[in-house]
């Protein structure tokens, strides 16, 4: 997990949908690669206290870490239809089959869960250990089929500031200094629901 943008967009978007749809929050929740950087401990606070029992995984053991998963592997039949929200923050773009990858998260969400996954669109290279991919909402489209989007939204960083889903922000935000165009550091992020 990258930055603060994630937990503030993953409290906000929650705390929208609970009001829109008047149903409580809670359940068993799934948070993958949570050995990294210890940034999970954040969102696991964070998703305690609106009342879901946390599960972390990682594809290694380390500290925080309650069950070893490979995402490019199915999920065992202990963790499919088992989540009411999947949360997958700064992950897929480490995993060679990001593909495979997100259709094993949506496989452990329940049947109308919810899956968090914030993504790099625009970010330097950084290896965790490795670092393959980066991802636009069409590439989130493609990769999470079978879901549907029901908040959508862009971060920058350094500042972790949060901005409304435009397709082409990052145009929008992009500088010109000496004649080379550059493009801000941006991540996208979605809250899913699996049909």
Known sequence: MGDRSQASFLSQSLSQLQQATGQPLGGRALITG???EGHSLDISNLMTGLGYQMTTSDIATGEGVDLIWDLQQPPADTLRDQFSLVISCSVLEHIPDARSAARHLALSAKKGGLIYISLPWVWRYHCYPNDFHRF???SADKLFEGTKVLA???S?????????FKPEL???LSRVIDGVKYLPYMMLHE???KL
Request: proline share 4%.
């Open 34 to 36: 949570a050995a990294l």
């Open 136 to 138: 636009h909402a069409s």
């Open 152 to 154: 959508r939204a862009w």
């Open 156 to 164: 920058t960083s350094p500042d972790c500031k949060l901005y409304t």
């Open 170 to 172: 990052d145009q929008e």
């Open 191 to 193: 809250i899913r629901m």
